[in-house]
């Protein structure tokens, strides 16, 4: 193994063409994992760029849900990801079995169930179709009118599409520990600091954060957001993955992490398990290697394929 990061920079790539692989990492990994990666971006665009790959292999830097995704609508490649333990709050919030216990003994309200890409695969193959926070508004609109819905397993998220879109919606109440750290005191104080900055925040912030922010979109829409916003000040309430890509792509404005209660800005620590000496090793054993039993990919596949199609 190098020890050089730039040694071991290069020993990835030579890997990484030699096993025809494609490196996709999610924008909250580390700065120099998204640098090596041959494709940066949300949950939509990855799923776009698993389905689509030619590559043997897909190393998938983000969390275990991730990968798994590009296993179900790829299954031929081989799926790879540093660290099997990049868990994930929101999928650990609705287990398989309790969402399928909940469905039966709720048979009668026959719901139209959607899932929020953050959920195991299990969780997919029971839903009617999967959004994610790029998308859910427009997923949301294409439900059918004659069916309640039941939106898993992200309470934030789905509370503000039902802002968006004025339809009713029961809530799974799973969180993202990292997104609901962000208080309203915490961002009104930075706010206090940069009085003409102007906010952007994800919507698995909790409702008290999103009432501050002058804008709440995916991690992929805060690019253009940042890039157009009609301010040089910009606090960022996301994961602090975002602020690397951000300060590459939106290079002339100031950008300031939104802080936490506890610090000046908030870390996925499922996310970060990931290293550049995890990345390689992966690459070199092929290993851990996401595998799911066929029946529950492809009962999976279908409602994440209904959702690429209603997203063109
Ligand atoms: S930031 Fe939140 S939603 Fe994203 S992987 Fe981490 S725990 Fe899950």
Redesign the pocket.
Not at 3 to 17: F, G, R, V, Y
Not at 145 to 154: A, G, Y
């Given at each position: 193994m190098p020890t050089a990061a730039l040694d071991l920079k290069e020993a990835i790539l030579q890997l990484k063409k030699e096993r025809n692989a494609v490196i996709l990492a999610?924008n909250?990994q580390t700065g120099d994992i998204q640098d090596l990666a041959d494709y940066v971006g949300d949950s939509l665009g990855l799923a776009y760029q698993a389905k689509a790959t030619e590559a043997d292999v897909i190393v998938f830097c983000?969390?275990h849900?991730?990968a798994e995704t590009a296993k179900i609508v790829n299954p031929s490649k081989t799926v790879v990801l540093p660290d099997r333990d990049?868990?994930?709050?929101?999928?650990q919030s609705c287990p398989g079995p309790e969402l399928e216990a909940f469905l039966q003994a709720n048979a009668a309200k026959n719901y139209y169930v959607i899932a929020y890409i953050?959920c195991s695969a299990h969780v997919k193959s029971l839903c009617d179709v999967i959004c994610t926070s790029g998308n859910a508004v427009r997923i949301v609109e294409q439900a059918p009118s004659d069916r309640p819905i039941l939106f898993v397993p992200?309470a934030n998220l789905g509370a503000w599409v039902m802002e968006q879109t004025g339809r009713k919606m029961d809530l799974w109440q799973g969180s993202?520990?990292?997104?609901v750290e962000f208080t309203r005191d915490s961002i009104q104080r930075i706010k206090d600091e940069y009085p003409d900055a102007l906010v952007v925040a994800h919507p698995?912030c909790t409702q008290a954060v999103r009432l501050l922010a002058d804008e709440v979109c995916s991690t992929e829409k805060m690019i253009s957001w940042c890039k157009n916003a009609p301010s040089d000040h910009l606090i960022v309430v996301?994961?602090s993955g975002m602020l690397h890509r951000l300060r590459k792509e939106v290079p002339g404005k100031t950008l300031i992490a939104g802080p936490t209660e506890r610090c000046a800005c908030?870390d996925?620590?499922?996310?970060k398990l990931n290293t550049l000496e995890k990345l390689h090793q992966c690459l070199d054993r092929l290993s851990p290697e996401v595998v799911l039993p066929e029946d529950i990919r492809a009962k999976a596949e279908a409602p994440l394929l209904r959702m690429l199609e209603q997203s063109k």
């Amino acid at each position: 193994m190098p020890t050089a990061a730039l040694d071991l920079k290069e020993a990835i790539l030579q890997l990484k063409k030699e096993r025809n692989a494609v490196i996709l990492a999610h924008n909250y990994q580390t700065g120099d994992i998204q640098d090596l990666a041959d494709y940066v971006g949300d949950s939509l665009g990855l799923a776009y760029q698993a389905k689509a790959t030619e590559a043997d292999v897909i190393v998938f830097c983000g969390v275990h849900f991730m990968a798994e995704t590009a296993k179900i609508v790829n299954p031929s490649k081989t799926v790879v990801l540093p660290d099997r333990d990049a868990g994930c709050s929101l999928e650990q919030s609705c287990p398989g079995p309790e969402l399928e216990a909940f469905l039966q003994a709720n048979a009668a309200k026959n719901y139209y169930v959607i899932a929020y890409i953050n959920c195991s695969a299990h969780v997919k193959s029971l839903c009617d179709v999967i959004c994610t926070s790029g998308n859910a508004v427009r997923i949301v609109e294409q439900a059918p009118s004659d069916r309640p819905i039941l939106f898993v397993p992200d309470a934030n998220l789905g509370a503000w599409v039902m802002e968006q879109t004025g339809r009713k919606m029961d809530l799974w109440q799973g969180s993202c520990y990292v997104h609901v750290e962000f208080t309203r005191d915490s961002i009104q104080r930075i706010k206090d600091e940069y009085p003409d900055a102007l906010v952007v925040a994800h919507p698995e912030c909790t409702q008290a954060v999103r009432l501050l922010a002058d804008e709440v979109c995916s991690t992929e829409k805060m690019i253009s957001w940042c890039k157009n916003a009609p301010s040089d000040h910009l606090i960022v309430v996301t994961e602090s993955g975002m602020l690397h890509r951000l300060r590459k792509e939106v290079p002339g404005k100031t950008l300031i992490a939104g802080p936490t209660e506890r610090c000046a800005c908030a870390d996925c620590k499922y996310m970060k398990l990931n290293t550049l000496e995890k990345l390689h090793q992966c690459l070199d054993r092929l290993s851990p290697e996401v595998v799911l039993p066929e029946d529950i990919r492809a009962k999976a596949e279908a409602p994440l394929l209904r959702m690429l199609e209603q997203s063109k």
